[in-house]
């Protein structure tokens, strides 16, 4: 009869069991540090908060008979937060805020009490999160599953990059050699690598037909040309290609863009010049390669995944990850092209149109007078830019690489800039397209 | 090789886990195959299969009596008694038996031998006819293959004949054994046959649950049949499916073909026994998958002896046995579904395409099984882990939706409302049809049964409104015009009927005149009750109203007679008898209570001129051309020496002053005086000339720029260029009641008036000058089935039904909001806490309806628009224009209403199937619906009995029918031929245990109160032939049975025929002035319409239905003559011979063909002359005329008590069919048993002793010859002359 029951029995015995989870892995944890010698004091409080993980997760399990009463969960001011700050432009903001603040607080964060921590707050917040009714719907929908765990794989793995290439870096530092040296031990193909694999491929076979039999696939509406599902989401790989549609005409966003991208990596050996960082971990020599690379990444690759699979609902409206999908929704998307703002606004007269009927020269030049102030900009963007960076901060590569391989590099860079330009111009300056010709199908 | 020892990780566990990993692959992998094996269809149908061997076990037990046995051991005892008989004659047997042998060895080896012969005699044929072909053509080249041949083919006839000789032979000796074995043979037949059911239920159960201990082998075969992966190979567990490639469905905007695999767990679906009945009965307690263990296995009990299995009884303690629950039951109406002979055979038609639900699914989940409330959606959910699919656009219908489907093939909806064979097999999508056709809902919501040319559904919309849109419909082929009148009466000549202070009141809330008003409310609604609203409201009424006024065309009004005073109470008599009541209800007479047409108690307060009345009643389509009111033949008449003009009479008596509970209010002397105040006293509707201003502005800023709505309004003048360009366009915006002469508040008004009635859409029900083209304003309802429910604007729905949504309750508002009430029926659900059927059928509707509103679906969408369709704007009229709030008018449905017209909305989803499957019934069947359609239209029910009563029980005398010394024998042939016995037997007990009987009949005769209880009986008579299954003893009419009330078990009231009823008991109470007998009464009534197809002749009934002259004297009232057109009144009188199985729409008359006619006379000269002598001749002999007007000779009315004026006999040789009437001459009473007709040829009378030798048959059938003849005669034998002295006259019972 409740169509959106805020928490159910099943659903709070279910996040006890995460709870539960969560208590044996730091009764690990307690142990663990135990026999590395910390101290009691220390002990003790891992010891406790574990303990309290128990009693929670033994409360949720035994606990949810009456679900309108329970109270942990989520607060509601949190929540409310959480939601009201739901913008496109707070979320990327947000997301590169944290990909400098993991930069710069790398040596703090690779510790394994830090990581601990943040593996924790990681999943009490999962956990807490779980009890409200519209997070849950789109987080433990089937599909998304794969997604969810994504977000810890991503994780761990740059925290296994870091604390790797911090070690290297402070050895290096130090003079020591490089834990790729110190440890080298060569092990053989037969059985140590092909073993390994085949028994890697066994596990995962189990553990896929166990997934099938356990996460059963969702049944939705027979595909029909005519009525496409609110919203229509690519797959989850590809959904930071389509968080660009947002930004750039499908010929940019779905052509260009990841032609370039493609391409780029492609272009990689080619481009680098840097020969250290051979074969071992390391982040402060080859600081630009890599920051460039984590950049492309993490806040526009697996950012903007994230951003479309649980961010983006109905209408492509962005919510709140407490927020109902409401297909209500609406929010203002009053767009302008730029040569509006240089004619209109700026020139305060009408956008130059040829005369009815002219021919298509004439017509031509006039789409032409028309957008001749983006092209220009794209031309300087393009253009004028990569020679000007030569000059200024991209000096040493220019010279380094050559005229065409800098040329190839710097358009690079550009191509990776601008999706973060645009996103800036749309959010600041309402800016649809830089340059708008729809009639021949030619926006940017 | 390794180049060093060393490896990187331990060989060992390396093993180790690689042995574990591949553990664990195998575990998932059998995980996988277990998780297979355990769909839920595989257990089900393994109880489905134990559950039927149980049934088998059952009806085994019943063949285990000691009765079978010791008749099987009888026969056992034959057996052995007869083969010892046969062994006592061994040494005959002993060598027949060897000769059989040696001759069947001999025969069959020759048979063989024979048929290698005819093989070479094929080959050499063959070989000679490639000789032909390879050109050997002379005789001497071709001569030896012929003699080949030859040889060969003399060797097949000659071992032919042995062959023949042998099978003689070999047939004398198998006689000559049989004949010695013949009593063992027999004994042994005999057994066989015995044994016959239970050798079938045997096999049955061998196949399905053989018993391992006797049938080992079968037994072990499906054990391991059943095995996971073995069972892939043709297990005896499989998904059984009906394929329908034709009957396909629609996804994702394809046709594909539908698989439905619902029988895979619906096991016993179609199973039923001999007669139709269902073998696995359906029980809603029964045996089903959460209590099968305890009836199938029983559970272990420990008693003080030990541990016993119980099984749990299949009987329960009122002695009815536990049937069986979905899945197991049997369909519960097998004559209409499912079975071979039933119009929808399963293998044709499939479960989903009635049903719905995904017929591909297997589980309970995926088939889309559909609760019907929402906690018996949370038992599923705990039993079946059942949840709604809400991606499949398909789910089942629920129960109480579930007559929606059958729109989908069933076009014309009648034939599941009135079925002579199945009953009402759709009554609650009948009853919305019936209510949509009531309500005009099609007035504003088109219901198009056609898309270009093809039908979709059922067709209901508007038929053509003006003559030019009908001649364009006509001209064109595929194009169809709708048939329905507008509901509403016209409103073109409104202004002289009525005044506007009454118009306006009524406009603003219909009920609050008239209750039980069709008419919807437009005014004072949930979304007009803001200050804004209750400004601008009064301009809108006061507008519509001054718009119609100003707008009614003028029409020319009759006048009594200078100088007579209409007089009420003779018109009150009038009123009652002349049909009025037929169509109204009126205070006045509390019994009648039809509802055809408005309830008139209140006419004098809102008709304001009496001459208007007067005419209307007179000639209703002088006002309105399209009304379905009849003219009713209010002539003024000679009554004696006064003229009467009864349609005066009647209008003095509608508008007679009345109180408010509708009491007359007479003068001094006790008169009803005219109400002079009538209408006037409804005061016009008061408004601020600001909020006129306002709506004004509103209207025109949607046309004009805002300077120049602010520059008409000043100069009073609209401008002259828009002006122009309406007076240019050919349908008329309605700014045109503004562009001529001054604008005034006046013009103003009207314009909002007539902007008002496009806004309302006042013109889908009312035929309104100036709308005749406008198109219908609401959504169109052919598909809205299938509306994307993503559509729907349900806006606020949820939070107002959380706040609101239920009535208020003396006024004052409800306290319980409608989400308060449907949580409380889901837990009362749950517990079973409903204090009756009724309650919670209405209660977990509300709930069921309300859970559907909260999953956005239709049903629920639609039955919150028609409980209160403003109430979609809660909280939205704040953010709206006011000409943007919704219109739809609220609609005086009850809940059940609303219901029901979901089913049939929802039923509209112009997705026809395939053509075969689309019920388009031809001939009879096709006549039946389309008549059944004018009788609701013109409301021929609400006169005639169409269906007499049904009565159940038990007769005190059921003595066959013994033909009487008086009776023609041909009458009683006759009759069985025109109306066959139907047996009367039913299956229904008498709580004594007998069985009842049922017939049609007529009361004659209710129980008298004054009575002992325990010998309180009614009478009826007779109206049908019945038979008690004896061969040649029937009951036929007018037998008068008695029926006590103790041994009545039923009796329906008939079809139609209220006002006819009414009439008649209000005839012999005196009503009419003077009290009559029942059978008297009957007469004066409308005619029942029993069997009329028998009686008349088709092509008669059609010119009668469009112009009806005066048949009967008896009636106190005229058959009207209905506003209906030729096509219908030919449909109509097909209906009735289709209704009755007789020829139609024309009928061969045999009795005026010159070869009957001539055989006649080969016997008897002068055979017309005779026979018209029968006829016509007058008393004291003769009878005819004593009654009829007949050969010219008019009727003289004599001693009334005597003689009744019966029909003119001149109708005779159009109206009646032959049949008919010859038995209506050989004894009236076997016809109609209330009739005053007598019997006139007794077969022990001699009427004419001088004409047909004296012969009463000769006589009657001769007078029928005579009058089918009728006009042929006339001209020969001229006028008859003779006046008849009625009141002497032999009729009427004198002579009797």
New interface residues.
């Given amino acids: 009869?409740t169509?959106h029951p805020d928490l159910t029995s099943e659903v709070i015995r279910g996040i006890g069991w995460l709870y539960l989870i969560l208590f044996a892995m730091n009764v690990f944890w307690t142990f663990q540090i135990g026999r590395r010698g910390a101290s009691l004091t220390i002990i003790g409080a891992w010891a406790t908060y574990a303990t309290m993980l128990g009693l929670v997760g033994v409360a949720h399990v035994t606990g949810g008979a009456e679900p309108a009463r329970f109270l942990i969960r989520m607060p509601a001011g949190f929540k409310a937060l959480v939601d009201a700050g739901a913008k496109p432009e707070l979320y990327f903001t947000l997301s590169i805020g944290l990909f400098i603040l993991v930069i710069r607080l790398r040596e703090t964060l690779v510790k394994p009490t830090v990581a601990w921590i943040i593996l924790n707050g990681m999943v009490l917040f999962m956990a807490l999160s779980m009890t409200d009714y519209d997070f849950r719907q789109i987080v433990g929908k089937p599909d998304n599953v794969p997604i969810v765990s994504m977000l810890f794989i991503v994780a761990f793995f740059t925290w296994l990059y870091f604390k790797r290439a911090v070690d290297n870096d402070q050895r290096i530092a130090a003079g020591r050699p490089l834990f790729e040296q110190e440890d080298n031990?060569k092990?053989?193909v037969?059985?140590?690598l092909v073993?390994?694999e085949?028994?890697c491929m066994?596990?995962l076979?189990?553990v896929l037909?166990?997934w099938?039999?356990v996460l059963q696939a969702p049944?939705?509406?027979?595909?029909?040309?005519?009525?496409t599902p609110?919203p229509s989401k690519a797959p989850w790989y590809f959904l930071g290609l389509q968080e660009m549609l947002v930004y750039y005409d499908p010929w940019m966003a779905g052509v260009v863009l990841p032609s370039m991208i493609l391409v780029g990596l492609m272009a990689l050996p080619y481009i680098d010049f840097n020969k250290k960082g051979n074969g071992y971990y390391t982040f402060n020599e080859r600081k630009f390669s890599i920051l460039t690379f984590m950049f492309g990444f993490l806040p526009l690759w697996i950012g903007l995944i994230i951003l479309g699979t649980f961010l983006r609902g109905p209408n492509w409206n962005f919510f709140g990850i407490y927020e109902f999908w409401d297909?209500h929704k609406l929010e203002v998307l009053n767009n302008v092209n730029l040569s509006e703002m240089v004619w209109v606004d700026g020139f305060k007269q009408p956008l130059p149109v040829a005369a009815a009927g002219a021919e298509w020269h004439w017509q031509a030049y006039y789409i032409l007078k028309r957008e001749s102030v983006g092209l220009i900009l794209v031309a300087i963007y393009l253009g004028v830019l990569p020679m000007v960076m030569a000059f200024t901060i991209f000096r040493s590569f220019f010279m380094r690489m050559g005229f065409i391989r800098y040329m190839v590099f710097a358009n690079l860079v550009l191509f990776m800039a601008c999706l973060p330009i645009k996103m800036l111009l749309r959010w600041a300056l309402n800016l649809k397209y830089i340059v708008a010709i729809p009639e021949w199908f030619f926006n940017i | 090789m390794?180049?060093?020892e060393d490896?990187?990780?331990n060989?060992r566990t390396?093993h180790v886990?690689?042995a574990a990993?591949?553990f664990?692959?195998l575990?998932?992998?059998l995980?996988?195959m277990q998780?297979d094996y355990a769909d839920e269809w595989r257990g089900i149908q393994r109880v489905a299969y134990e559950a039927q061997a149980q049934q088998i076990d059952d009806d085994l037990l019943k063949l285990d009596t000691q009765e079978f046995a010791d008749k099987e051991k009888d026969l056992e005892q034959q057996v052995k008694a007869a083969k010892e008989a046969v062994a006592a004659r061994q040494a005959e047997v002993d060598p027949a038996s060897k000769e059989v042998d040696h001759l069947d060895g001999e025969f069959q080896r020759l048979s063989r031998e024979l048929k290698f012969q005819n093989a070479k005699r094929d080959k050499v044929r063959a070989d000679y006819d490639l000789k032909v072909r390879d050109g050997l053509t002379s005789k001497k080249e071709l001569e030896p293959y012929r003699e080949i041949f030859d040889a060969e083919q003399g060797k097949a006839t000659e071992m032919d004949l042995k062959l023949q000789d042998l099978q003689l032979k070999f047939d004398t000796a198998k006689a000559k054994l049989a004949d010695l074995t013949k009593p063992r043979d027999e004994a042994l037949a005999a057994k066989k046959k015995y044994e016959t059911e239970l050798v079938r239920l045997e096999k049955a159960k061998e196949k399905i649950a053989p018993d391992p201990r006797t049938q080992t082998g079968v037994a072990f075969k499906r054990w391991l049949m059943q095995l996971p992966i073995i069972e892939g190979f043709n297990g005896p567990l499989k998904l059984n499916q009906i394929w329908l490639p034709d009957l396909t469905v629609t996804?994702?905007?394809k046709e594909a073909a539908r698989y439905d695999r619902c029988i895979t767990c619906h096991l016993n679906i179609d199973r039923v026994n001999t007669g139709n009945v269902p073998a696995y009965t359906h029980d809603d307690h029964g045996i089903s998958m959460s209590n099968a263990d305890e009836y199938l296995h029983g559970k272990t009990v420990t008693t003080a002896d030990g541990i016993r299995v119980e099984k749990t009884s299949r009987v329960r303690s009122d002695g009815s046995i536990v049937g069986y629950a979905h899945p197991f039951s049997t369909h519960p109406n097998p004559d209409l579904y499912l079975t071979a002979p039933s119009p929808h055979p399963m293998q044709k038609f499939g479960c989903t395409s009635c049903h719905d639900g995904q017929g591909s699914g297997t589980s309970f989940h995926?088939a889309s099984h559909a609760p019907d409330s929402?906690d018996i959606g949370?038992d599923w959910h705990k039993k079946y882990g059942y949840s709604y699919?809400h991606?499949?656009?398909y789910p089942m219908f629920p129960k109480r939706l579930r007559e929606a489907t059958c729109l989908k093939c069933h076009h014309n909806v009648v034939e599941l409302g009135v079925n002579p064979k199945f009953g009402a097999s759709a009554p609650k999508l009948f009853k919305g049809y019936e209510l949509i056709r009531q309500y005009g809902c099609f007035g504003c919501h088109e219901i198009n049964g056609f898309n270009a040319g093809k039908a979709i559904g059922p067709d209901m919309r508007l038929e053509p409104q003006t003559p030019e849109e009908a001649e364009r419909i006509a001209a064109d082929p595929s194009s169809v015009a709708g048939t329905m009148r507008k509901v509403g009466p016209g409103l073109r000549h409104f202004a002289a009927k009525t005044t506007r202070g009454w118009a306006e009141n009524w406009v603003e809330e219909p009920q609050r005149f008239r209750p039980e008003t069709r008419m919807p409310q437009f005014f004072n609604l949930t979304n007009q009750k803001d200050s804004h609203a209750k400004d601008l409201q009064p301009v809108e009424i006061a507008g519509i109203v001054e718009f119609l006024f100003s707008k009614s065309e003028k029409e020319t009004l009759d006048h009594w007679a200078e100088g007579y005073v209409p007089d009420a109470e003779r018109g009150k008599v009038l009123f009652s008898q002349r049909g009025c009541l037929a169509c109204h209800a009126h205070g006045d007479f509390p019994g009648a209570k039809a509802d055809f047409g408005p309830n008139l108690t209140n006419a004098h307060q809102k008709i304001s001129s009496m001459e208007w009345l007067y005419s209307w009643v007179r000639e209703p389509t002088r006002h309105s051309a399209r009304t379905r009111m009849p003219n009713l033949y209010l002539e003024p008449e000679k009554v004696g020496d006064a003229m009467v003009d009864p349609a005066a009479d009647i209008a003095a008596f509608l508008l007679s002053n009345r109180d408010a509970d509708g009491k007359l209010v007479p003068d001094a002397d006790g008169k009803p005086v005219r109400d002079t105040v009538g209408p006037d006293k409804f005061k016009q509707i008061e408004w601020k000339k600001e909020a006129l201003d306002e709506l004004s502005r509103l209207y025109l800023s949607k046309v004009l720029t805002n300077a120049k709505v602010d520059e008409t309004l000043k100069s009073q003048a609209y401008p002259d260029k828009e002006a122009a360009s309406i007076r240019s366009v050919a349908i008329k915006p309605d700014e045109i009641e503004l562009i001529e002469g001054p604008i005034t508040d006046k013009t103003l008004l009207r314009y909002i008036g007539r902007r008002s009635i496009s806004r309302y859409g006042c013109y889908g029900c009312h035929d309104i000058p100036g709308f005749e083209k406008a198109r219908p304003i609401g959504t169109a309802l052919q598909d809205w089935g299938r509306k994307?429910p993503?559509k729907l604007a349900l806006e606020h729905i949820e939070e107002f039904l959380h706040h609101h949504g239920e009535p208020d309750v003396d006024g004052k508002p409800n306290p319980q909001s409608t989400a308060q009430r449907?949580?409380a029926a889901?837990r009362n659900g749950l517990n079973g806490n409903f204090t009756s059927e009724e309650q919670r059928d209405r209660e977990t509707a509300a709930?069921y309806f309300f859970?559907q509103l909260?999953?956005h679906g239709r049903a629920g969408f639609l039955w919150q628009k028609l409980r209160d369709p403003r109430s979609y704007d809660y909280k939205k009229i704040e953010t709206k224009n006011y000409d943007e709030r919704l219109r739809m008018p609220k609609f005086p449905f009850s809940e059940s209403d609303i219901e029901a017209i979901a089913n049939f909305v929802l039923g509209l989803v112009a997705e026809p199937p395939a053509e075969k499957f689309v019920y388009r019934p031809q001939g009879a069947a096709k006549a039946r619906i389309d008549g059944e359609k004018l009788l609701a239209k013109y409301n021929c029910t609400g006169c005639h009995m169409v269906e007499l009563p049904e009565i159940t029980g038990l007769p005190e005398d059921l003595t066959p029918y013994e033909l009487a010394k008086s009776d023609i024998p041909e009458s009683l042939d006759l009759l069985l031929k025109l109306k066959p016995p139907r047996d009367a037997r039913t299956k229904l007990k008498l709580p004594s245990g007998e069985t009842a009987i049922s017939f049609h009949g007529m009361l004659v005769k209710p129980p008298d109160p004054e009575d002992d209880p325990e010998d309180q009986s009614s009478f009826y008579d007779l109206w049908e032939t019945i038979s008690l299954g004896e061969k040649d003893k029937f009951m036929i009419p007018p037998n008068r049975i008695e029926v006590k009330v103790k041994k009545l078990l039923s009796k329906t009231d008939g079809r139609g025929g209220a006002f006819a009823e009414w009439l008649v008991d209000d005839s012999m109470k005196g009503g009419g002035g003077t009290k009559v007998e029942r059978s008297v009464a009957r007469e004066m009534a409308p005619p029942t319409l029993y069997q009329e197809g028998l009686k008349v002749q088709t092509p008669w009934l059609f010119a009668f239905l469009q112009n009806p002259d005066r048949l009967r004297y008896t009636t106190v009232l005229r058959m009207p003559q209905f506003n209906m057109t030729s096509d219908e009144a030919g449909k109509l009188a097909n209906y009735f011979a289709a209704v009755d199985g007789a020829a139609y729409p024309y009928q061969e008359v045999p009795q005026r063909e010159p070869e009957y006619l001539s055989a006649k006379a080969e016997n008897h000269p002068h055979y017309l002359s005779d026979a018209w002598k029968v006829v016509t001749m007058g008393p004291p002999t003769g009878f005819c005329a004593g009654c009829h007007a007949v050969g010219g000779r008019p009727f003289v009315a004599g001693d009334p008590t005597k003689v009744t004026r019966g029909p003119d006999l001149d109708r005779v040789t159009n109206r009646l069919r032959p049949d008919w009437l010859q038995l209506w001459l050989f004894n009236p009473k076997l016809i109609t048993p209330y009739t005053r007709m007598p019997q006139n040829f007794a077969n022990d009378k001699h009427v004419f002793p001088e004409l047909f030798g004296g012969n009463a048959r000769d006589q009657a059938v001769a007078s029928r010859d005579a009058l089918m003849n009728y006009l042929r005669i006339l001209e020969k034998e001229g006028k008859a002359t003779a006046a008849a002295p009625a009141d002497s006259a032999g009729a009427a019972g004198g002579k009797q």
């Fill in positions: 009869m169509p031990e092990v053989l037969w059985p140590d073993y390994s085949m028994i066994v596990v076979t189990a037909v166990a099938g039999i049944l939705e509406e027979p595909a029909s040309a005519v009525r609110n297909v | 390794p180049a060093t490896f990187a990780r060989l390396m886990v690689s990993s591949a664990a692959l575990a998932t992998t995980w996988m998780a996804l994702g905007m995926n929402p949370a699919n991606f499949w656009e994307d993503t449907a949580q889901y709930a859970d909260n999953s």
